[in-house]
């Protein structure tokens, strides 16, 4: 049962993927202006001729039908080859590998700022509920979710780059050019994820069972962390991997801002410059990334609660 409960899953997870590319692939290729035109006219600082218009389209494929362009595009993709960037004429999967490591690093912190902030604050907020403790842990999800990406962001630039001279505003390469924008993300992630456990953890500490915990003489330190915890994370775990969805792909603001070199930076700069090409292979990498986050939440859900393989 869960083998066929998993197969399931990972069945639809690749037609999630496939879906992706067709739906980018087609809008892509109704967005108005000419792509090889921008390029030509960039690249060269005059307006193109009809000839070299022509040899463009022909060599870049724009002179196919786009359902053509688009089984080619799927063909070479899945050996490897997402062709090359209009604009650079680097080969996209040599810069998707530099760019996908980027991201990894600033997702993989995000997360971890979010669980570290999060956990203990709604863990906190919901075994001392309407205290003082329980009020200053929703003020502060309730800032965290009101607050802009880019705002708080600035704000760390200014306070901890500026003022302080303590971290890099901007930059790749060591740990402490990953700290401020780590925190940015993650802190927005941590406001959500806060507000969710305390809300699941004041549903079950309500149940029978937990009653029963405590009535056998069991610390409350294990009633909470053992007992009601776990049955508590269904909901958490179901945000923690949309928000693992959202570092991975959605986090292009920030890394504009601190100039982090992934591919939601990449992602931003080829709309901006019509290279369809990248546009293809990052929304590519997104959808793959973001669908086996998903996925991996799904399979981690029979192993909280096996009654959900049914």
């Known amino acids: 049962m869960l083998r066929k409960y998993i197969s399931r899953r990972i069945g639809a997870a690749f037609a999630t993927v496939w879906l992706a590319t067709i739906v980018v692939f087609f809008l892509l290729s109704l967005v108005p202006g000419d792509p090889v035109f921008l ?14 218009l022509s040899e463009t389209r022909a060599r870049l494929g724009f002179d196919q ?6 089984m080619i595009w799927v063909r070479n993709m899945l050996r490897g080859d997402f062709g ?33 902030i999060a956990f203990p604050a709604g863990i906190l907020a919901a075994t001392k509920q309407n205290t003082i403790a329980d009020s200053a842990a929703r003020f502060g999800s309730l800032l965290g979710l009101s607050m802009p990406s880019f705002w708080l962001a600035l704000l760390l630039m200014l306070l901890f780059g500026l003022q302080l001279r303590w971290l890099p505003v901007f930059g790749f390469g060591t740990l402490r050019h990953l700290i401020l924008p780590a925190l940015t993300v993650g802190t927005g992630m941590a406001a959500l994820s806060a507000r969710l456990i305390r809300s699941s953890m004041l549903d079950v500490l309500k149940e029978d069972y937990i ?3 405590r009535a056998k003489g069991l610390s409350e330190r294990v009633v909470i962390w053992v007992h009601a915890l776990k049955c508590a994370m269904i909901p958490v775990i179901t945000i923690l991997g949309l928000q693992l969805g959202f570092a991975l792909g959605g986090s292009g603001i920030v890394e504009t801002v601190f100039a982090w070199p992934g591919m939601g930076r990449m992602m931003v700069t080829a709309i901006f410059a019509r290279d369809f090409v990248v546009v293809q292979g990052v929304t590519f990498m997104f959808a793959v990334t973001i669908t086996t986050a998903n996925t991996l939440v799904d399979i981690l859900y029979v192993y909280l609660d096996p009654r959900i393989r049914y």
């Open 39 to 52: 390029m030509l006219m960039e690249a060269g600082g005059l307006p193109p001729t009809p000839e070299q």
């Open 65 to 70: 039908p786009t359902h053509v362009r688009y």
């Open 84 to 116: 090359e960037s209009m604009q650079t004429g680097l080969p996209v999967a040599t810069m998707l590998r530099s760019a996908f490591g980027a991201t990894i690093q600033l997702a993989l912190a995000s997360m971890v700022v979010a669980i570290v």
């Open 211 to 213: 009653r029963t915990a």
